[in-house]
DNA sequence: TTAAGATTGTTATAATATAACACTATGTAA
DNA sequence: TTACATAGTGTTATATTATAACAATCTTAA
């Protein structure tokens, strides 16, 4: 369990409380008040909150969310879905898709460390609409 | 089988020969001299091939790459490995990975459509240096 | 023919992300 | 306690990625 810095902590807590996923410069306007005035302070801290696996980024949205999945693999197994028209993201938690990622070997014999998956869809509200 | 319009088959034939995934700005480059001069020209036909199921987006990349998969579900089911060194890209087609993602079904109900996963490691030249 | 839809060309601008440099805080080990 | 390494901060400038808005042209099918 990591200590936080004073721009971290900040960063964190605002996306952490966040029922969406937050943009980078969302983020700063969000902040500007506490004093963090440059996109630079942002990105930092986002890459460190990253790594250490407290958030992670959406990468087909540019967009960063808290990790709800306190046991997981953090920065090295992540899973989400993602609701095309209301754009709600979730982490997916789940076992059977967690072991069969983790295991699995493709022809080329290279060996992965890391891997990001993005399921898109509808999710209930939007799909009876 | 749709066939392209001029630009559209410009940035596929440029793409489609590319060893490694190209970056729009660095194909808006290499198209100069055929009369593509603004971005919007490229990303315009990017659109149209991700669309059709021509090329692929590695989204933690901003890169494009041509399918080498060509029975594949196009834009809608895609998987790729990503080596952290030589960021070389492969298209993952695999019947078992391709099947169990396409019946995963979370606990949220939600209906997937699409999904993109992308692995990340060493690949076999640069897991032996 | 003619109208709808797709494509193009162009200028400007928005949104996302990093380089470079100087400085400060924090922890660790002699 | 000092001094060294590492991590974090603040700041300005700039690079990279992507879209808005508008007018013109091409394609295709009723
Ligand atoms: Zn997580
Ligand atoms: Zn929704
Ligand atoms: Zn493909
Ligand atoms: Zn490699």
């Not at 700063?28 to 008040?33: A, E, F, I, P, R």
């Not at 996109?39 to 460190?48: G, S």
């Not at 250490?52 to 990790?67: L, T, V």
Request: charged letters at 25%; aromatic letters at 10%.
């Amino acid at each position: 369990m990591q200590t936080l810095s004073k721009n971290q902590q900040i960063i964190f807590d605002l996306i952490n409380k966040s029922p969406e996923p937050l943009k980078a410069y969302t983020i700063l306007y969000n902040v500007q008040k506490k004093g963090i005035k440059a996109p630079l302070q942002v990105y930092r801290a986002l890459d460190k909150l990253v790594e250490i696996g407290k958030i992670h980024k959406i990468e087909s949205r540019n967009a960063f969310i808290a990790c709800h999945n306190s046991s997981c693999q953090v920065a090295k197994a992540t899973a989400f879905s993602i609701c095309e028209i209301c754009e709600k993201v979730t982490e997916i938690s789940n076992d059977s898709l967690s072991k069969y990622l983790a295991n699995f070997k493709d022809k080329d014999g290279m060996k992965y460390i890391k891997y990001n998956l993005e399921f898109f869809g509808l999710c209930k509200k939007c799909k009876v609409k």
